[in-house]
Structures are given as C-alpha cells and as structure tokens.
C-alpha cells in the first residue's frame, strides 16, 4: 500500500507560482509513475503533468506545458509540480497519483493510476 500526502496549496495571485509536494510512504516508491491531476468544480479531472518511474520521461497537458515542471526525489520518496504564471484558471484541487503498473510509458489517464492522494486546494485570484 502507498500513501501520498500532497502539500503545497493556498491563495496566489494571477502570475504567482507554487510548488506542490507529494509525499509517499513506502520503499518502492521508485518503481510507480506518479502523475499531478487537477480538478475544478463541475469539470472532469485531468492530468496536467506526469512522470515515468525512473524520471527521464515526463507529460503536460497542453495548458501547462512550459508553465509547470515535474520533478522526483527518489532520495525522500517526494514529486513536486513547481507552477509559475499562474492563471485564474489553475484554480482547482490538484492531486498526486502513483501508477504501480511497471509501464515504461507517460500515462496521463486517472484509469492508469491505482493511488491518490486526498488533494490540495491551489486558488489563482484575478
């Protein structure tokens, strides 16, 4: 069993940036893709970032490409989204998920990811 704690959440302005944390418990850690999902009020969750296991690969919905970064910490068993330009359209609750299937790929679908953390809120003021 995996735990994933997120931190990092709260209130910014348009243009700010936060970097999300995502704590996992357990030592094989290393071998799960992780991914950062969001969702707002009324709209479906998406994936906005991902990982692979070994970290060389990563994913963004288009939205974030060049805004946010994924990163792992295999050492204290942490992903991090770091989120710079932040707009009023960010503001959702963001989630980490580990994906324990082995796959070698980028899986940006929730199907593909078996744990979830309890989410944490990020709100972009205009």
């Given at each position: 069993?995996?735990?994933?704690?997120?931190?990092?959440?709260?209130?910014?302005?348009?243009?700010?940036?936060?970097?999300?944390?995502?704590?996992?418990?357990?030592?094989?850690?290393?071998?799960?893709?992780?991914?950062?999902?969001?969702?707002?009020?009324g709209k479906e969750r998406e994936?906005?970032?991902?990982?692979?296991?070994?970290?060389?690969?990563?994913?963004?919905?288009?939205?974030?490409?060049?805004?946010?970064?994924?990163?792992?910490?295999?050492?204290?068993?942490?992903?991090?989204?770091?989120?710079?330009?932040?707009?009023?359209?960010?503001?959702?609750?963001?989630?980490?998920?580990?994906?324990?299937?082995?796959?070698?790929?980028?899986?940006?679908?929730?199907?593909?990811?078996?744990?979830w953390g309890q989410g944490t809120?990020?709100?972009?003021?205009?």
């Amino acid at each position: 069993q995996v735990q994933l704690v997120e931190s990092g959440g709260g209130l910014v302005q348009a243009g700010g940036s936060l970097r999300l944390s995502c704590a996992a418990s357990g030592r094989i850690f290393s071998n799960y893709a992780m991914g950062w999902f969001r969702q707002a009020p009324g709209k479906e969750r998406e994936c906005v970032a991902a990982i692979s296991r070994s970290g060389g690969r990563t994913d963004y919905e288009d939205s974030a490409k060049g805004r946010f970064t994924i990163s792992r910490d295999k050492a204290k068993n942490t992903v991090y989204l770091q989120m710079n330009s932040l707009k009023p359209e960010d503001t959702a609750v963001y989630y980490c998920a580990a994906d324990r299937s082995y796959s070698t790929i980028v899986d940006t679908r929730a199907s593909a990811y078996d744990y979830w953390g309890q989410g944490t809120q990020v709100t972009v003021s205009s």
